[in-house]
């Protein structure tokens, strides 16, 4: 008998008919002698119906009042489920985040879970009943219901498969598990069949959409296997697993981009200590994450600083160095929306030299000009123009030929 935890995204619980196929999904699990877990996201569409509606009462709703509003999404569907369940003549149960007591910071609208009490769900279990349970949210030290942010419910299944300490935490989502880019772009793009966790953070922190990074983290934290795969067919999906379960490194694993981004120039900065911190401090004061950070040095102690953001941050990030620059005497400010980062990802870079002078040559044959470069030990990420982004990942994507066919696919749990 194992203990699986399950969890379904907004589309995989979009309508009556589909929560109803989810019942049968996680009851045919049940009958093999499994105890389940199921958490689920709120219904497709009605997150953003909520934040409207908060927006329609209130200019800048209150964080936490928005997490109340917020949270009864997966009320909902977790109440749905238990529901067919037992119509379907097996014992079910539904939990909220505080009676589970998920237990969070107090940041509202992106809390931290801190530590989770697994004493009621072992109960339920013991006693026969599938546990559905809401994702997304918790509960602070204060009694004040808290939301994870977005992809937290992705977090709130790995964090109660390392509580539980489960034998696997099953992602069901409308893919069929992780590829090696964007199959809309590339259709030579192919499924993963296994992917070690730190290749998974990376492709997660630089624009892949399958799973959020805080979940890949936690897995990573506590050795969770997880399976993402989708809810509408039974075909094994890809496994995030410790890289010693891989049998062989792949130079690169994965390409993917993002177009979120924008790019910020303050020109003729004066070279000298603490002009840095004087320059980011009050970036990071405002809430704004910068990524990827040059300088070039100029003649008569004065730099150049370019750094990216993302791009829904952008104009309140241009106000704030507009008025750094003034404060410290530097040059203009100057900025560009229309970019993108291409990455390309692989644990196989740390042995292998000469990965990242392919993907620069490959660029340069297509005409691609790199703006700015990043690297780490198992990534190589590139600014580009936007407009170029498509052609960049086809061109990468064959010139490392991700198209062949996976290893053979071992039993990970």
Known sequence: ??????????????????????????????????????????????????????????NRPSSREMDMLLSTGEQVTIALLAMAVKERGVDAVALLGDQVSIHTDSTHTKARIKNIDSHLINEHLNSGKIVTIAGFQGVDDHGNITTLGRGGSDTTAVALAAALEADACEIFTDVEGVYTTDPNICTKARKINQICYDEMLELASLGAKVLDIRAVGLAKKYKVPVHVRSTFTDTIGTWVVDEDKIMESLLVSGITYNKNEARITIKKVPDRPGTASQVFLPISDAEILVDMIIQNTRDGHLTDMTFTVMRNDYERAMEIVTEIAQDIGAGCVTGDQHIAKVSIVGVGMRNHSGIASTMFHILSKEGINMMMVSTSEIKVSCIIDEKYTELAVRALHDAFALDKDNMPLEETN
């Open 1 to 58: 008998m194992a203990l699986i935890v399950q969890k379904f995204g907004g589309t995989s619980v979009g309508s009556v008919e589909k929560i109803q196929a989810v019942a049968d999904r996680v009851i045919a699990e049940h009958k093999k002698g499994n105890q389940m877990v199921v958490v689920l996201s709120a219904m497709s569409g009605e997150t953003d119906k909520l934040t409207g509606l908060a927006q329609a009462v209130q």
